[in-house]
């Protein structure tokens, strides 16, 4: 099953919309917000910790806290332990544990520790009554992503989800390849889009794509103070401002 063929069998499976060419006609939107998932949407770290350890657990991988809660970085560039050297592990991070973690993101009891940032509902909600359509970036698995949003009853109100999963469905994060299909696919292009994300592979993939950018500064992999590193259009400082974010997208294309 290639990404277009997963796309479409994961669309009609929840409900979500399939962008056609009928579709693009029907939306009537001409610009786009973009949104990472982790962290900006959601918290997720408490998950994702839980779900880092017990994916060890179960694959008999040596850890430490550290490790547990860095594993996305560390076990991709120092040697844990895993395997017989640095080339080896890496192997095993790409393979055996990110397909443990995520089996273990779908079930239910991790699944259920994903909670949407206070007052996020609601901007979502905002957004999608105005000109811009509303869609996701992820680097996560897609399956749990759409999943979550069908129980929240959120998926209504985003034109399209997608996910790199990794670099198997996309090319990751800095890479543009998952911005670009979204604009493509809704009809809106990206010098009329917003990025908005927590890292730098988030604001990076903005930048290069052509699009403004606004960085998350409370989410728990990042601070407002790294995020100026990144040097996005703007930053929302703490969750105090998230109520602000559909007036900050505005104002960024109307700047152009």
């Not at 993939?205 to 989410?219: H, L, P, R, V």
Request: aromatic letters at 10%.
């Amino acid at each position: 099953m290639n990404a277009i063929e997963k796309d479409k069998y994961l669309r009609e499976k929840f409900g979500g919309r399939l962008i056609s060419d009928s579709f693009q006609k029907k939306i009537k939107k001409t610009k786009l917000a973009v949104f990472d998932f982790d962290e900006t949407l959601v918290q997720s770290k408490k998950m994702f910790d839980n779900v880092n350890r017990t994916a060890m657990i179960k694959l008999n991988l040596s850890f430490t806290e550290d490790i547990v809660q860095n594993t996305f970085t560390i076990a991709q560039t120092e040697y844990i332990g895993w395997g017989k050297d640095l080339n080896e592990q890496i192997h095993i991070f790409q393979t055996k544990f990110n397909d443990t973690v995520v089996q273990l993101c779908n079930k239910e009891e991790f699944l259920n520790q994903v909670k949407f940032y206070n007052g996020m509902r609601e901007v979502i909600k905002q957004i999608a009554k105005t000109d811009f359509a509303l869609a996701i970036a992820s680097s996560r698995d897609l399956y749990s992503i759409l999943k979550f949003l069908k129980k929240e009853r959120m998926l209504s109100y985003f034109d399209m989800v997608q996910a790199t999963e990794g670099g198997k469905h996309f090319k990751d994060k800095p890479h543009p390849q998952i911005v670009n299909y979204i604009s493509q696919e809704i009809g809106i292009p990206l010098e009329n889009s917003v990025m908005i994300g927590d890292t730098s592979g988030d604001i990076n993939m903005g930048k290069s794509a052509g699009m403004k950018t606004i960085g998350i500064g409370y989410g728990k992999y990042t601070s407002a103070k790294k995020m100026k590193e990144y040097h996005p259009n703007k930053i929302i400082q703490s969750t105090d401002d998230i109520k602000n974010i559909p007036e900050i997208i505005k104002s960024l294309i109307n700047e152009r």
